[in-house]
């Protein structure tokens, strides 16, 4: 039965990649026109591939000063790097995988250093999470390819979070998505999701570097290319079978994480970019505002969003419990002040929305309209005071003193309020 619903849910992933744009911001801006070993074997790729690269304004080295660009290397040494790396995935290496190396090392050493930076602040997490799920830590290189490690980067095609998920697949494994909250923009939250995903696609092919392939392309698309490989299940061998941009997606990782870790091998040192280091995350089923807690606290509005990217309108929704990311030194704060952030304009920022509006009704043929219980009537040409009480059957007194009348003199087109 588990092995079945595994089946449907992973059958239900290909059938979403089918309808809509692969679930990767990799397909359009790191792919080259022709991905055949030779053709890359000179270095040579289109500018749409150099699209991610650019992702970062260009950041100086902090701790150190880049020497002029190293020699190249013999692909000898890139060959036994990769394979002295503690990792449980395949690492092969080839002239696809050196193309790549390249343009991180060599090509775009700032953007690398940028990459390193955040890694300092995302891959902690990554890893807690990865090994609550048991599998590979290296799968924390994936979001360096599909999102350069921003966690509010979009797609043209629509993928976002650090995870690259579309709406759809999202919303299968669990994220939230709507016009307040978009859970893919979580980090902790769309890493689950991204775990649960990769495990399914592992139980499905039982071999990571086919599920890293399907996380891009579905696992209906990698399926096919087994079939028309003749039932062959390793990536190198359904290579010529898989889509153009599949074909570059893991080589780009493979470069990935060979850049990551050997990046000071290469001159290349952490970019200068400020992060909160120490943060802390606390949950609360209170509708609130960003701004509330940025007012406050005393928190920058900014930092507060780049912590919080997946409340798209600043609103925590409230009704459950939903994560706030803190300072970690400011946290007892919100607790102790949680009550003055919460009515801190509270019913501008947060209740400015009617929960409850009664529709106009007539309330007969005397031509007066209820709203919420209470009966208006709206003066026209020739009535007078008189004639509406009477039609009303209340007296002109009750008239003048419900609509704070100082004489009989109404003008028309104005409104009367018939009873308190």
């Not at 087994?226 to 780009?252: A, V």
């Not at 939903?322 to 019913?347: E, F, K, N």
């Not at 007539?362 to 009966?375: C, D, E």
């Not at 208006?376 to 004639?387: P, Q, S, V």
Request: net charge neutral; hydrophobic share 40%; glycine share 4%.
């Amino acid at each position: 039965m588990k092995h079945l619903i595994l089946i449907l849910s992973l059958s239900l992933s290909a059938y979403i990649y089918a309808q809509e744009p692969v679930d990767s911001l990799t397909i359009d801006t790191l792919t080259a026109d022709s991905l055949t070993v030779d053709s890359l074997a000179t270095d040579t790729l289109t500018a749409d591939s150099l699209e991610m690269f650019n992702a970062f304004a260009p950041a100086d080295t902090l701790f150190c000063q880049t020497p002029a660009p190293l020699p190249e290397l013999p692909d000898s040494v890139y060959k036994q790097r990769l394979q002295e790396l503690p990792f449980v995935i395949e690492m092969p290496y080839n002239q696809v995988v050196r193309s790549f190396i390249l343009r991180y090392t060599r090509r775009n050493p700032k953007q690398l250093a940028a990459l390193q930076r955040k890694a300092e602040y995302y891959f902690p997490l990554f890893e807690d999470i990865l090994c609550r799920y048991d599998i590979p830590y290296e799968l924390c290189y994936l979001p360096v390819i599909e999102s350069a490690l921003n966690p509010m980067a979009h797609s043209h095609m629509g993928a976002a979070g650090l995870w690259q998920f579309m709406p759809s697949t999202g919303r299968l494994y669990g994220l939230e998505i709507n016009s307040l909250i978009d859970e893919r923009m979580d980090p902790i939250r769309s890493t689950e999701a991204a775990c649960r995903f990769l495990k399914n696609l592992y139980s499905l092919f039982g071999d990571w570097n086919l599920a890293i392939a399907a996380y891009n392309c579905g696992p209906g698309n990698v399926n096919k290319a087994i079939h028309r490989s003749g039932g062959k299940r390793d990536f190198w061998s359904i290579y010529p079978f898989l889509p153009r941009e599949t074909r570059s997606y893991l080589p780009i990782y493979i470069a990935a994480a060979y850049s990551m870790n050997y990046a000071d091998m290469h001159g290349i040192c952490p970019a200068a970019i400020e992060m909160t280091e120490a943060t802390d995350t606390i949950r609360s089923s209170a509708r609130q505002h960003l701004l509330q807690i940025s007012t406050v606290l005393d928190i920058p509005i900014e930092e507060l969003r780049r912590l919080n990217p997946q409340y798209a309108r600043d609103i925590v929704p409230g009704g459950k419990d939903y994560s706030i990311c803190l300072p970690a030194d400011r946290v007892t704060d919100y607790i102790d002040l949680q009550d003055s952030i919460l009515h801190y304009r509270a019913a501008e920022l947060v209740h400015n929305r009617r929960a409850e509006i009664d529709l106009m009704q007539k309330t007969g043929l005397n031509g007066g309209y209820s709203v919420n219980g209470v009966t208006y009537y709206k003066i026209k040409n020739g009535d007078t005071l008189g004639a509406i009480a009477k039609k009303f059957h209340v007296s002109v007194k009750q008239l003048r003193a419900w609509n704070n009348l100082k004489n009989d003199n109404i003008r028309a087109g104005k409104t009367l309020k018939i009873g308190r």
